[in-house]
């Protein structure tokens, strides 16, 4: 005779890694409406643009692994930002499963005082360019 009910070993809970659809609501940047609802590439683009434009930490709504880095870097030799520049780009897209690298960082300092950066971000749904500037 057995001390637990048979249905002891039914799990009610299980903890399992969800993926969510890349669909979500597109936005037309020129009038700032929504344009209509989308997934694939374009949507990738829409990901890209919003994860590069949130400082990490700034913003509740967000989780503390959303967003970049980059506000400590101002003021930093241009040898120090172009270092950490490449790594902090990298880590903002590190949570999102659906990008799978980010290649072919340029630097261009050529403005006293700031720095610009442009990569690839290589998606499951293709390649997406990127910029970003100190």
């Not at 980010?102 to 005082?113: I, Q």
């Amino acid at each position: 005779m057995a001390t637990l009910p048979e249905s002891a070993g039914v799990v009610i809970y299980e903890n399992k890694e969800k993926e969510y659809p890349t669909e979500t609501y597109l936005v037309d940047k020129s009038t700032s409406t929504v344009r209509n609802i989308g997934g694939g590439l374009e949507a990738m683009k829409q990901a890209v643009e919003i994860i590069l434009s949130v400082e990490r930490y700034q913003y509740q709504i967000y989780t503390a692994n959303f967003g970049r880095e980059l506000k400590k870097l101002i003021g930093k030799p241009p040898e120090y930002v172009t270092s950490m520049l490449k790594r902090r780009v990298q880590e903002a897209f590190s949570v999102d499963k659906r990008i799978l690298s980010v290649d072919n960082f340029l630097f261009d300092s050529s403005d006293l005082g700031t720095m610009k950066c442009t990569f690839d971000v290589k998606t499951v749904y293709g390649t997406v360019s990127g910029e970003v500037e100190t």
